[in-house]
């Protein structure tokens, strides 16, 4: 019972005003805010350790670091129960949005409860409540404009006045020896209708609107094949979306969110999966309410051709859905490697796939424009995980001087009877990232830290169901299995095998554990990413439309021996493609060449064939370096402190038509541009055939060898006789042949290598070569054949001003090159985003995306 002086009049009035809710709108859906079993959207605090989850039931203590949620409201209804142990307390925040101190409501037993405070002011002193040893406390929150009110156990507390235009986070804090909540619920108001009623007024489709139907009733039917998306016309940032939806047995739809006008949503915005399945099915595609292609959904919670209630929330990066109430999908693409990279305004829309889907009581409430709480952003430990496979994603962090460093071991085995080999034995921190293998014979054993037991026992042929693979290509795999102390690999029965393990040493300070399970070895999304990357990169549709600029010049014919300036940008940034618009037959010989050139730099940072720039094109094969989209593309990235100019050259003997080059540059202002300036550069080694020589590789200086491109001389068999890095020969790189750095002999194009007609190459993005004074690659034979060596080195390059053993011919030199003006902006062109959120102080709204083409 709680005791007040307030008169039954006075909550009699409350009451009334609590049932109505804003009648002129609709019955809002609620939603749960926790998890039966993890914290998943409670993880954004400072420290947030210590809580316990147990059937839905969130517990700390003082010693629990406080927690912050993932979603911020305007108006809202918070509903939830509550306990406190003797003389303990629950602190409920709200956090201002995007920062500054937050109103807090503490809930405890005794005088005092409900006590609400706004820093050091009180806003409400409380009343008493009453112990209650077996039964749980009730409490709700309301905000209604400018009015905040509690109730707690049934019994209206106290309305207050707040600030009418703040929009607030949510936030927990337990005293003492702790507290409990539990069956946390939320209700915003649902907005208005997106849908008249009458016609399809404010929605379009690059399909057949006539495929869509609009009933007497209000549904909105998808009937026929040929619908495509049905779209907002309008762009939206920040809203809580609401509506139900029914769909065909086995059907296949999906939700895009953050679209941008001509982009598609599993590239350039995003798509939440609809996908009627029983719960015991196997799922070939993306399960319901996954981030489609990335993030798995926490939980299925739809049912099978029945009404189902959906609300996605997007608040800047954070994106949330619940199905039927449940929370089902939460995910902080700030921190995600790829969604990081998409667009925050876009239109909504409905899929067509192919089955009949039904949609109804459509509402949308829209929030201001915004990024949510500066909290939800702060910078993250560097992990192991993410560091191995952020360098598929983003190749730009391997300009970044990060501590990781390489190895190979290397076993070959050839034995008169099957026995017992040790294939391996790492010393940690570290983590296996590819691993080639000839031959399928015996059982492999993995051994970690030192236990007598191994974690994973497999045959070779089952490496890829057994370790956490990355993309598809069984052999060579690559992974990233890690060992925070030690791993010895083992192989038992077999009598031949030959095995390269590549693998990478982390740094201290780094945060690595050993390899337990896929699930829980890596940040939620992460592992399915790169896998997901390579499937758009082979479809030849990837960030097309997405926030960076693109920078290209007009087309231009190139004479035989001339050489014109195709795009110059002025200024710091990181390219992240390079196109080649062109003829492709431009691959097929050494006629045409792209000169690159960086930062005023005399010489170019990049002079090299197209055909040895683009080795695995035409078409688009398994490659996490280039593809083949609207032409040959490339996705080294290359930061550039003081401008960036790109030429064509023609060493043939015809005329070369209508080249051009686009740039995707990510543009670097202020601190950012001074952290570009700081990163190693990307340099491209072009040297000719050579008789006489061993010489590979011979590179002076400090950096990180990332690639060869290579064609083999005659028909003698190249092999790997040492690798040397600043002057010490580097165990596990001697081969008789190539194969087991570039692959098997023939057409066949793996994840990072492969050959194709004369040329093989190889891309170490996940475990490059660093060295402080020198690299020297050398083979077996007394004769090397054309090469591109790819670098990104920490000072200029050395190798033009070293004495070589070989010197390229008097054509390589370029004539002197007139700066050219600024290209002009194509239309997708715009100042980009920032790189991260603004000072909490002063936050800008979403960005609006360009009118890209089509």
Not at 183 to 188: D, H, I, K, Q
Request: charged residues 25%; hydrophobic residues 40%; proline residues 8%.
């Amino acid at each position: 019972m709680i005791h007040s002086p307030m008169r039954v009049a006075l909550a009699l009035c409350v009451v009334v005003m609590l049932t109505g809710w804003t009648a002129t709108q609709a019955e809002p859906f609620e939603v749960q805010l926790l998890r039966p079993d993890s914290l998943v959207g409670w993880e954004h605090g400072e420290g947030g350790g210590g809580w316990t989850v147990v059937d839905g039931r969130l517990s700390g203590t003082g010693q629990s670091g406080p927690l912050l949620s993932a979603w911020a409201f305007g108006d809202f209804r918070l509903r939830f129960r509550w306990s406190v142990v003797d003389g303990s307390e629950l602190t409920v925040s709200l956090p201002k949005v995007p920062a500054g101190k937050a109103l807090e409501l503490v809930l405890c037993e005794g005088e005092g409860c409900g006590r609400l405070a706004d820093g050091d002011a009180e806003l409400a002193p409380g009343v008493k409540v009453r112990a209650r040893r077996e039964k749980m406390h009730a409490a709700e929150i309301r905000r209604e404009g400018a009015k905040l009110s509690v109730t707690v156990d049934g019994h209206w507390i106290y309305e207050v006045p707040i600030p009418g235009d703040v929009r607030f986070g949510l936030g927990l804090a337990a005293t003492g020896d702790g507290a409990t909540a539990s069956n946390m619920r939320l209700l915003e108001p649902r907005g208005g209708p997106m849908f008249n009623g009458k016609d399809f007024a404010g929605w379009w489709t690059e399909g057949n609107l006539d495929k869509w139907r609009l009933e007497k009733n209000g549904d909105v039917v998808r009937y026929d094949r040929a619908g495509d998306y049905l779209r907002t016309e309008k762009l939206y940032s920040n809203f809580t979306w609401s509506f139900e939806y029914k769909m065909q047995r086995g059907g296949n739809s999906g939700l895009s969110v953050h679209t941008p006008k001509q982009g598609w949503p599993t590239a350039d915005g995003m798509e939440l999966q609809l996908l009627d399945t029983p719960y015991n099915a196997e799922i070939k595609d993306q399960p319901c309410m996954s981030v489609y292609g990335h993030v798995l959904p926490l939980d299925r919670a739809d049912k099978s051709e029945r009404w189902n209630r959906v609300v996605v929330k997007a608040d800047g990066w954070m994106l949330s859905a619940w199905m039927n109430g449940q929370l089902v999908q939460q995910v902080n693409t700030f921190h995600h490697p790829e969604l990081k990279h998409r667009y925050l305004r876009g239109w909504l829309g409905f899929q067509d796939h192919g089955a009949w889907i039904r949609v109804r009581n459509v509402h949308l409430l829209e929030a201001p424009d915004g990024w949510g709480l500066a909290a939800w952003y702060r910078p993250q430990p560097p992990r192991a995980t993410t560091a191995v496979l952020d360098r598929l994603v983003n190749p730009e962090r391997l300009s970044v001087d990060d501590g990781i460093t390489s190895q190979v071991a290397f076993k070959t085995i050839s034995a008169d009877k099957p026995g017992e080999h040790v294939l391996a034995d790492l010393q940690g921190p570290g983590a296996v990232v590819r691993i080639a293998r000839f031959g399928d014979e015996g059982q492999l054993a993995f051994y970690f830290d030192g236990e007598k037991k191994p974690r994973i026992e497999c045959t070779p042929a089952e490496l890829q169901a057994s370790l956490p693979p990355v993309g598809k290509n069984p052999n060579p795999l690559l992974t990233c299995l890690t060992y925070k102390k030690r791993l010895r690999i083992v192989l038992r029965e077999a009598a031949k095998a030959d095995y390269r393990f590549d693998c990478v040493r982390f740094p201290s300070g780094m945060a690595i554990e050993s390899f337990v399970d896929a699930e829980s070895s890596f940040p939620r999304g992460w592992l399915t990413t790169p896998t997901t990357l390579l499937r758009w990169l082979q479809g030849g549709r990837l960030h097309e439309f997405d926030r960076v600029p693109r920078f290209s010049g007009e087309p231009k014919t190139i004479e035989p021996d001339k050489r014109a300036e195709l795009v110059h940008v002025d200024g710091a940034g990181v390219v992240t493609q390079w196109k080649l618009v062109a003829d492709k037959a431009v691959l097929d010989n050494n006629d045409l060449w792209l000169e690159v050139t960086i930062d005023g730099e005399k010489k170019p940072a990049i002079a090299a064939p197209v055909r040895y720039l683009f080795p695995a094109l035409p078409g688009n094969h398994p490659n996490y370096v280039m593809q083949d989209q609207g032409g040959p593309t490339l996705l080294l990235a290359m930061p550039f402190a003081d401008g960036i100019s790109v030429a064509a050259s023609n060493r043939g003997g015809r005329p070369i038509a209508d080249v051009c080059v686009s740039l995707a540059i990510e543009q670097a202002r202020g601190a950012k541009a001074v952290e570009v300036a700081g990163r190693m550069r990307l340099r491209g080694v072009f040297l000719p055939a050579r008789e006489g020589t061993s010489d590979v590789i011979r590179q002076q200086g400090a950096g990180r060898w990332v690639g060869l491109v290579y064609q083999q001389p005659g028909d003698e068999p190249d092999g790997i006789a040492t690798l040397a890095v600043d002057g010490r020969p580097v165990g596990g790189w001697s081969a008789a042949t190539l194969d087991p750095f570039f692959g098997d002999s023939g057409d066949a194009r793996k994840h990072l290598s492969g050959r194709r007609n004369v040329l093989a190459w190889r891309y170490l993005l996940l475990a490059p070569v660093d060295f402080n004074k020198s690299l020297l690659l050398k083979n077996t034979t007394s004769a090397v054949g054309e090469r591109l060596a790819w670098f990104y080195l920490k000072k200029p390059p050395m190798a033009e001003k070293q004495p070589s053993p070989e010197k390229p011919p008097a054509a390589e030199k370029p004539p002197a090159v007139k700066k050219p003006p600024a290209v002009k902006k194509p239309p997708s062109a715009e100042k980009p985003p920032a790189e991260k959120p603004p000072a909490a102080e002063k936050q800008p709204p979403a960005e609006k995306p360009p009118a890209a083409k089509k």
